[in-house]
């Protein structure tokens, strides 16, 4: 139930939920911006365009941020700042994020820089976004300026954040922008966001000669079968697949899997889209792994559905999403990465949930988010003690935020922010975190918390 002094604790946040200010200083609009004008796609056709305020309040934050204890804290750059038209830099916007990582360091903060967590130029995304090969060269272009002006400020470098949900809500469900529903393109995207990733890994270290560690960030959830039926077990099978091998097999073992392959075949013309080359690339040695976890999945066989599998009903306890609260499947996914996968230092660079807050005099008594929090943490620090070498835990996150197709509507915050006011108002979760951060330490029990 301890922690080293070498573990590093932290909070995660992104550009396009927490900044605002989504035309000043020379930002043009990105996918986010255009897909939240669609009418149906975002709650209450809610958007970024204030959100948390925080290119103007970055100050206040970094305070919370400190007072929190936190190590290090994980934010992403907003590309569209950076490169507002195709291949003209913004010095401007890039000033933006050399006065943040400078006032993290100057509070002893570790900044944790995600280069792409789904804000797409709209330039780019008229020219077809992720699915155009392009994309890689573009994404180099950004990167490059990037390492530039903010390597020396930076602790670490995440490339992208949940290739998943990008290529795979954004261009296969539709649920995410730019909305389309094509798994062909989506397969595309996904390679192409793995691509680019590779290329600028590559760019760090052999162009740059830098030390600077830099990873990717996967979305994990390990899928369970409902019963052990052969059926059930094929549908868990797909599901993972889709879920996670899609992006795990390629980054570490530089193929992409052949059931899938064959799976996906009948809906994509061809895997043209792959050269030569691209698997070596995707699978460049990286310095860690980022793994976001929320919940586990449970599925059944149906062989309507087109990968033949559905969800299935779960009677564990949900959180304000409704996703299961798996904090025991949490283990039994490092288990698996440490058995199949890979030996590099493992950041959980995402884990967290959103609950139905209320302020009460001034307090938010977010007991289940407290649990739910302590639950995980536990199980890294059982993890560690198997030698399992998690390094790192950033909570998400910071600040209640624009929760993408949800809006406002769910908080994921452990400090509370009042959209009218932009009061931000600390959960007892942020003063539970920072007792147990102090601590090092989850023994203390939260009930001692003032
Ligand atoms: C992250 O994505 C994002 O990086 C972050 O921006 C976002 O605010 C945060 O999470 C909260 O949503 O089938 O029951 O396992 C989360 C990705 C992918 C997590 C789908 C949950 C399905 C639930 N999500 N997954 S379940």
Not at 28 to 49: E, L
Request: charged share 25%; net charge negative; hydrophobic share 35%.
């Amino acid at each position: 139930m301890t922690f080293t002094k070498e573990f590093t604790f932290g909070t995660a946040t992104s550009s396009y939920q927490i900044e605002g200010a989504h035309a000043e200083d020379g930002r043009t609009p990105s996918i986010w911006d255009m897909f939240c004008d669609i009418p149906g796609k975002v709650y209450k056709q809610h958007n970024g365009d204030v959100a948390c305020d925080h290119y103007h309040r970055f100050e206040e934050d970094i305070q919370h941020i400190k007072n929190l204890g936190v190590d290090t804290y994980r934010f992403s750059i907003a590309w569209p700042r950076i490169f507002p038209q195709k291949g003209v830099f913004n010095a401007e916007g890039m000033a933006f994020y050399k006065k943040l990582t400078s006032r993290l360091l100057e509070e002893g903060i570790k900044p944790a820089v995600t280069l792409y967590h789904w804000d797409l130029p709209m330039w780019a995304h008229e020219e077809g976004g992720w699915t155009n090969r392009e994309s890689v060269e573009w994404f180099a272009d950004y990167a490059k300026v990037c390492f530039q002006e903010l390597d020396e400020y930076v602790d670490s470098w995440i490339t992208h954040n949940e290739p998943w949900c990008a290529g795979f809500l954004g261009y296969h469900q539709g649920v995410h922008a730019p909305g389309h529903q094509n798994l062909e393109e989506a397969l595309k995207a996904v390679h192409h966001i793995l691509l680019s990733h590779g290329k600028v890994v590559q760019m760090l270290k052999e162009t740059f000669h830098s030390e600077t560690p830099i990873g990717i960030t996967l979305n994990l959830s390990p899928v369970y079968a409902k019963t052990d039926s052969t059926n059930d077990q094929l549908a868990a099978n797909n599901a993972d697949g889709y879920s996670n091998r899609w992006f795990l097999d390629p980054v570490f073992k530089g193929q992409y899997p052949t059931d899938m392959m064959n799976l996906f075949s009948k809906y994509v013309h061809s895997y043209d889209f792959i050269h030569q080359g691209d698997m070596e690339l995707i699978s460049i040695d990286c310095d860690f792994f980022g793994i976001n976890f929320y919940s586990r999945g449970l599925v059944e066989f149906n062989a309507a559905a087109d990968f033949m599998y559905q969800g299935a009903y779960s009677d564990y306890e949900k959180t304000g999403m409704g996703w299961d609260i798996a904090p025991k499947e949490f283990k039994d996914l490092i288990h698996r990465l440490r058995k199949e996968y890979t030996d590099l230092p493992i950041y959980i660079t995402e884990n967290g949930a959103a609950f139905d807050d209320q302020v009460e005099n001034g307090r938010v008594h977010d007991v289940k988010r407290v649990e739910y929090v302590e639950q995980h943490l536990q199980a890294v620090s059982e993890l560690n003690d198997e030698g399992m070498n998690i390094q790192g835990y950033y909570l998400w996150s910071l600040l209640d935020n624009f929760e993408w197709s949800f809006g406002y509507d769910k908080r994921f915050g452990i400090i509370y922010v009042d959209f009218d006011s932009q009061e931000r108002i600390w959960k007892d979760s942020a003063h539970r975190y920072a007792e147990i951060i102090k601590n090092r330490s989850l023994k203390v029990p939260s009930s001692t918390v003032e």
